[in-house]
Structures are given as C-alpha cells and as structure tokens.
C-alpha cells in the first residue's frame, strides 16, 4: 500500500508499506476520504498537535472508509461496511478516564497523531472505534464526523443558551460547524467574523445572521449597528492573540469566551484580569471530542448539519505534503484526501 509518511518537520514522503493485519478486536480499514486538519499543519511544522508526533509517522485522523477485513473477535461490523473512525483511543484506567474527562487520558493513543493514520490506503484502528454511515451518505462526508465531533464538544462547553447572541471568530471548517451548531441549539443571532469574503458567503449561506469584515469595520461597532448590544458567547477558531483578547472585550457580563482554536504550545495573549472579575467571566478551553464521535455520525446520517459546502476539494495520497506546505492553498478551504481514488 502507499502511505505518506512524515519523516520530520517539512519532510511528507508517499512510500510503499505492507498492509497491515488486523488483530484481535481490530479491523483493517480501507481509507476511502481523509480531511486535512489544522493540527496536522502543526505537526508538519515541527509544532505538537494533540499529543506528540515521533517520526516516521503516518498522519490522518479524519477519515472513513470499507471495512477490509476483521480481526477475531470483532462482532460490530463486518467486511464491506461503510464506516468512519474515532481516532481518540483513551485507556478507560487512568485517573481522568476513570472520572470522566477521556479527552485527558493519560495513555490517550492518537490515530494520525501518535498511532500511524489515514494519510494511507489502509490504516489498522480498533473495532470499538467505529461508526456506521448510513448508505446515503459519502464517504467525504463521513470524514468530516471527527471535526464535527470536536466542534459539538466546543458547542457544548460554550454553554449557548436559546436566545443568546453568539459571536464566532473564523470562517475556516470549525468555525462554519460551529455556526451551524449555535443555530441548532437555538441562537438568536449567529454572527461570523472573517477578514476573506468568499469565507464571509459561504457563511451566510449557512445561515449567519450577518458576517463582518475585521479589516474594513470594528466588530463592536457592527453588532451595536446591527441592534445587538448583549453577547453571550464569543468563540474564537483562529488561534490569534488579537482576537482572542477582542473576544474578551466585546463579551457580555456573564458570558462566556471558547478558545477553540490550536495554537502553537508557546502562544500567550495579554488578558486583562480586572474585566475577567467584573465581568464575571468564564473562559473556557476545548480539546478533542471525548463521547462526541457518535452523535456528530447521527448528526450527518440525519443530513442536520451541512459539511460539505465549505470545502475546497481533493486530492489524492501525493498531495498532502503540497497542502500542509502551502498556507494559500490551505486559505481555499477545507482539503480532503482521498488515498484510493474517487467514490462517493
């Protein structure tokens, strides 16, 4: 099989591996559509994505594919099953699995990040992490239910009430589910702050209440302008030091700041702690999707959630290292790639 393999920072090289056999409790996937990650871009750059990545390692943790063959014991699905994967396998003994945080295992084995992924033909990955798509649904689709996952964690921990006003930084994939998951749980006004106006349509195509440019108007000033003048929940998808800190400014009293984004591990904002205190606010974090793999795959197999509109295209296996190597072609979009060619 071929695999794209990162060798180091900036060194992505497609070579020829055996395919894997399944063992007990595991099956062997054909990867049918892998997404392209902001965390994968980190690695590629030598920075950390959700746990350390030693080289060579095979990275792809959003993906979804054909059951090729099961190893012995494995009763949840068979060969031929059109399924996507939980890449997050926590150890269900540690001190934080054993209080309910699995997102903090401290044994937490990473498909893509620390176990070799689906930037390959075929990936090894345990049965009790797999999930069925329904048959009207495609496999590029299917790849997108692990950011959702993560997104529906972010959603949840962002505390969005019915009514509330919400304001999201960031126009890229996360921050398009995002909106999207605000609406469904009721947001009165969802408003996308992103400086790249074909980002700003495709949000208002999803169903942003409004959309501002932060290089042409003042963020405050457009929501007063737009008879908002109480926001309840600010998410932040870009990483940036600005608007993280913009997020804490225009914030209501008692609201709420999601720093969703992943940054670099040395990033640090200036936060004015008197606003914090009275403000009253809660800033909070949101770290992979522990629990949260399941009902992103009902979400999708319902056809509730948009995740397709927002993409940039695909392109095969020899493609990855062009991707996480090129910032401007990464701006179109999300990228999907697909190791064994086209399907649907």
Same mark, same amino acid.
């Given at each position: ?176 589910? &995002?909106?999207?998951?605000?609406? #469904?749980? /009721?947001? *009165? ?6 400086? %790249?106006? =074909?980002?700003? $349509? ?108 927002? &993409?940039?295209?695909?392109?095969? #296996?020899? /493609?990855? *290292? ?6 401007? %072609?990464? =701006?179109?979009? $999300? ?10």
């Amino acid at each position: 099989m071929k695999s794209a393999v990162f060798l180091g920072m900036k060194n992505i090289q497609v070579q020829e591996r055996q395919i894997p056999e399944p063992g007990p409790g595991e099956v062997l996937v054909k990867v049918m559509a892998c997404g392209i990650c902001g965390s994968d871009v980190h690695i590629f750059e030598g920075d950390q994505g959700s746990a350390p990545t030693i080289p060579p390692q095979v990275q792809g943790h959003e993906f979804s594919g054909l059951v090729a063959k099961a190893g012995s014991g494995v009763t949840n699905c068979k060969e031929g099953d059109r399924v996507c994967v939980d890449p997050a396998d926590n150890c269900n003994e540690c001190y934080y699995c054993a209080n309910g945080m699995m997102a903090h295992c401290d044994n937490l084995k990473a498909i893509g990040t620390n176990v070799d992924g689906a930037f390959s033909e075929y990936c090894i990955v345990p049965a009790r992490l797999v999930y069925h798509l329904a048959d009207d649904v495609t496999f590029i689709e299917g790849a997108m239910a692990e950011p959702l996952a993560c997104c529906i964690n972010g959603a949840d921990r962002s505390g969005i009430k019915v009514s509330d006003n919400v304001v999201i930084y960031g126009g890229g994939m996360i921050g398009l589910l &995002l909106m999207q998951l605000a609406r #469904l749980k /009721g947001a *009165a006004n969802v408003v996308l702050v992103e400086p %790249v106006e =074909a980002k700003r $349509k495709v949000a208002e195509k999803l169903g942003a209440s409004f959309t501002v440019d932060p290089m042409e108007a003042k963020v405050k000033d457009t929501l007063l302008a737009h008879g908002i003048d109480h926001v309840q929940t600010v998410i932040e998808t870009c990483g940036l030091k600005s608007t993280s800190e913009e997020a804490v400014d225009i914030v209501d009293r008692g609201g709420t700041v999601l720093l969703f984004a992943v940054t670099k591990v040395d990033s640090v904002i200036g936060l004015m702690t008197y606003k914090v205190f009275q403000k009253e606010l809660t800033i909070k974090g949101s770290y992979c999707s522990p629990y949260d793999m399941g009902r992103a795959v009902e979400l999708i197999n319902a056809h509730r959630i948009d995740v397709t509109t927002m &993409l940039a295209g695909t392109r095969p #296996l020899e /493609g990855v *290292a062009e991707i996480l190597a090129d910032p401007a %072609v990464r =701006a179109q979009g $999300k990228w999907v790639i697909l190791p064994n060619g086209p399907a649907v």
